[in-house]
């Protein structure tokens, strides 16, 4: 196992206290904590940025490994969650159209297996998608043929100046090796005045500080857990203007639940675990706050 120590991705410090030890095993594949069809649920130790607030994973995997993982991913757990997966979607769209007066040129970075891409595409963007998985590049091309798609990251992808009126990152800016480095990139492919869209877990959430170190968005795979405050931060470093955050809702299987808790160690996970099979869990949905925020923000004038 991998691990390397990082400074802050928002303001660069050094200076970290410790807020929950770290719950991996050393004997395990990097790949098997990621993903939905994850095989375990566990995470490095979480630390805060004395000097920002930032929370982040501090050591954690090197930028071979997380590349080397993902290109690699494949999960099909995701895709029993289709319904839910395109309400999302949906909810995602809406969001976008509420913000933006007109349809234009949209890139969906992280697009997964392409719910979003289809949603915007049939609401009248010119829309690409750009994803490290060809699992879900495959599978994105067939749900949505009309689209653009590259299998490859936000850190290495090539785009020319001004290319989108809207960017997307559903689920991303946790995952990247180098969040200022990859705003900067987004800021730069975006028209003057586009508009980015994110979701992403916030630690300062109710979810969050009531479950602590069992909040289930601690995961190997996330690599920082920003809050308004540090997002705002960020965003404002990397040439953008925060417009608003909102609580994000999800909605999940009750199969998939039981899934999810029965990824951690003890005998009620396992119990929980075995269930998750059972067709009436998976057909009944449950939605609820996980922690997480959706944001918007305004590349900045000039």
Known sequence: MSLILVPCAVCGGR?????YPGTLDPTRPPGSYFSSSRQSAAYPDIVRCQACGLVMANPRDDEATLSQVYTELSDGVYEEEDANRARAAEEHLSLV?????????????????????????????????????RFAIERARRR??????????????????????????WDVLEHVHAPRDALL????????????????????SLTAR??????????REHLWYFSPGTVSRLLTDTGFDLDRTRVKWV?????????RLGQYPGSLGRILGSLAGLGVLKKASVRFPMGEMDVVARRSPG
């Open 144 to 169: 949505c043929p009309e689209a653009s798609f590259q299998v490859g990251v936000l850190e290495t992808a090539r785009f020319a100046s001004g290319s989108f009126d809207v960017i997307t990152l």
């Open 251 to 259: 909605s999940f299987s009750l199969g998939n639940v039981a899934r």
């Open 210 to 219: 009531v479950f602590g170190p069992r909040w289930v968005l601690l995961l």
């Open 97 to 133: 159209l509420a913000q933006s007066g007109q349809r234009g040129r949209l890139l969906d970075v992280g697009c997964a297996t392409g719910f979003f891409v289809a949603a915007a595409a049939g609401a009248g963007f010119d829309v690409s998608g750009l994803d490290a998985s």
């Open 185 to 204: 990139r987004v800021c730069e492919w975006l028209s003057p005045a586009g508009l980015l869209f994110m979701s992403l877990p916030n630690a300062a």
């Open 15 to 19: 200076d970290f206290q410790l807020l």
